[in-house]
């Protein structure tokens, strides 16, 4: 701090000479408060009035240039969550002549990011809402460098997992309380503010209940890469790629073989499973494996990551500590357990998240279908799911109830009450599930990534027509290979030919194996057709359709 101090004042009379005369700079992306990310220079925050403050001189730029609709509701979400109204960024204004009145501000020299996290208390919420929307926000600014500073507004305290932020960057990430020790006025040289909320895949159930987002736009591959990334930050080295060093490749196919590994990731506080042992007995038993457990109150948080990145299969009570899963290696196996009357189709954050194109996970859920094995805690805190502040009549519908409806975030009280079950795991119907969903065993631990190369589009589209009889006509098309394909090795090319008579609002769609056609059905003399072509790539990669072809019979 005194250091970064010291550096600010080298530059301290050119850089308040600047903001005097030129006032705060800002540019941002995004037409909606949702997907907006603001760029400023001389953005500055006043610790006394809690408020960010844009100055305005002649040179100023304040672009979107909202005028009032800024505040409606607001000029972006500072946190990944869309639309939060807790969660909402803007400023004050004030004429750079205000300056001379005000306290010298002190410059902030570094890059900063500026944001909220969303509750930084919940081990998915930090990776989800935070540090995966972080990391690729940094990405997306290239000066948001290893050196950029990360300021967190959301006003709480560290929280159980700061060290997970630290490691996005070199410098230590600032709280909003931390920020009036540096005086009453701080401007930052140069900052953003918002997040990218490209890689988020739940919405939490504020206003419809909870499930995987409508637009998604994250792939394992980018999951996969800022796990790799925090890993190494972490000083982690899959054991898998340690060991591939020396030995032939039978040698390592048996390593291979006797180093999988299943792990049961448990909790001791909340929403137990009762019988662990047997659980661990019966899947070692099961699948011929070691067992091992790990635990967020036992282990730290690295080494945990550790066991979970060479594991073959994760077995974890529904919670926070599921999100691990994303540091599992491609081929593995998550297999999620929820409390009695849970609906795992209705809570499915770490489902979506195995099911992410790319992610190569195997996801099976199981649930507790005997009321008997689970025990409830009805005079718990309401927040722990205790329910014994609810009506008498309220608390025997819960009680009944087997099968929680559908609600909205955050304090149902029957949801509660349901979730913070412990639970004794009946395993015969356990392993069964459990064998039905893994039918390919869960030893696919070394799939390879599948190619996701698009073809280009087909070139040179042609089409040329003959008319035989007074009801019968020819329609031949003929096209040459997507560009990219010469330099690639694909195991399937198809090509999807689609054919449309002018002004009808159906078509014919044909898959074929070559680059020519002869169309005869269904063409009819003296029509116009119009015929679109496309390559695909194994069953499923599609790429464009040509420009559309007229053809005349
Ligand atoms: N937690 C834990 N051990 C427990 C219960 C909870 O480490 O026995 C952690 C959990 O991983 C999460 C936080 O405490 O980061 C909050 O847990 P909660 O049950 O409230 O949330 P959930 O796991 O349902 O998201």
Redesign the pocket.
């Known amino acids: 701090q005194s250091q970064e101090l010291s550096q600010a004042r080298i530059d301290y009379h050119v850089a308040l000479q600047a903001l005097q005369e030129h006032g705060t700079r800002m540019v941002c992306t995004g037409k909606m408060h949702t997907d907006r990310i603001c760029r400023f220079d001389y953005l500055c925050y006043c610790s006394e009035a809690e408020e960010f403050v844009f100055f305005h001189s002649n040179s100023s730029v304040m672009l979107p240039n909202l005028g009032s609709r800024r505040f409606q509701p607001a000029l972006l979400d500072l946190s990944s969550v869309e639309d939060h109204n807790t969660q909402y960024f803007n400023f004050l204004e004030l004429p750079a002549a205000t300056l001379k009145f005000m306290p010298k501000p002190v410059f902030v020299p570094d890059v900063t990011l500026i944001l909220n996290r969303f509750n930084p208390?919940?081990?998915?919420h930090v990776f989800h809402d935070d540090l995966l929307p972080a990391f690729y926000t940094m990405k997306q600014y290239s000066d948001l460098d290893d050196e950029a500073r990360l300021v967190f507004m959301e006003g709480w305290g560290e929280g159980p997992h700061f060290d997970l932020y630290r490691l996005l960057s070199s410098k230590q990430p600032l709280l909003k309380e931390q920020l009036r020790n540096f005086g009453k006025l701080m401007c930052f040289t140069k900052s953003y503010v918002g997040l990218s909320k490209m890689t988020t895949w739940y919405q939490y159930g504020f206003v419809q209940p909870q499930g995987p987002k409508a637009n998604m736009l994250v792939s394992g591959n980018e999951i996969r890469q800022f796990a790799r990334a925090l890993m190494e930050k972490m000083n982690i080295t899959r054991v898998e790629e340690v060991e591939k060093d020396g030995g032939s490749a039978e040698d390592e196919k048996e390593k291979e073989k006797k180093d999988e590994y299943i792990v049961v990731f448990s909790?001791?506080?909340?929403?137990l499973i009762l019988n662990e042992a047997e659980l661990i007995m019966a899947l070692a038993q099961e699948f011929q494996m070691r067992v091992v457990t790990v635990?967020?109150?036992e282990q730290s948080f690295p080494s945990i990551v550790q066991v979970i990145s060479g594991a073959t299969m994760l077995v974890s009570m529904?919670?926070?500590?599921l999100i691990t899963s994303l540091f599992l290696p491609r081929g593995a196996a998550v297999v999620e357990l929820f409390p009695f009357a849970v609906n795992p189709e209705q809570y499915t954050p770490y489902k979506t998240l195995a099911s992410l194109p790319g992610m190569d996970l195997h996801y099976v859920s199981w649930r507790n279908t005997k009321e008997e094995n689970t025990i409830s805690h009805p005079d718990r805190p309401w927040e722990q799911g205790g329910i014994a502040h609810l009506e008498k009549e309220e608390q025997e519908r819960i009680l009944a109830s087997k099968d929680v409806p559908r609600h909205l975030c955050c304090r149902n009280p029957e949801w509660l009450f349901r979730?913070?079950q412990d639970t004794l795991v009946d395993i015969p119907s356990f392993l069964e599930v459990l064998k039905e969903g893994i039918k390919t065993k869960p030893s696919l631990k070394k799939s390879k990534p599948a190619s996701t190369v698009h073809p280009g589009r087909v070139r040179e589209p042609h089409c040329h027509t003959s008319v035989q009889t007074t009801n019968e006509a020819k329609l031949t098309v003929s096209w040459q290979i997507p560009w990219n394909l010469k330099y690639l090795k694909v195991r399937e090319v198809k090509y999807e030919v689609w054919i449309q008579e002018q002004g009808e609002n159906t078509y014919m769609p044909y898959i074929l194996p070559q680059q020519n056609y002869t169309f005869s059905e269904n063409i009819k003399p003296f029509t116009t057709y119009l015929v679109w072509v496309r390559c695909i790539f194994n069953k499923n990669l599609l790429g464009p359709f040509a420009d559309v072809l007229m053809c005349r019979t």
């Open positions: 208390d919940n081990l998915m909790r001791s506080t909340t929403r635990s967020m109150e529904h919670g926070a500590q979730i913070y």
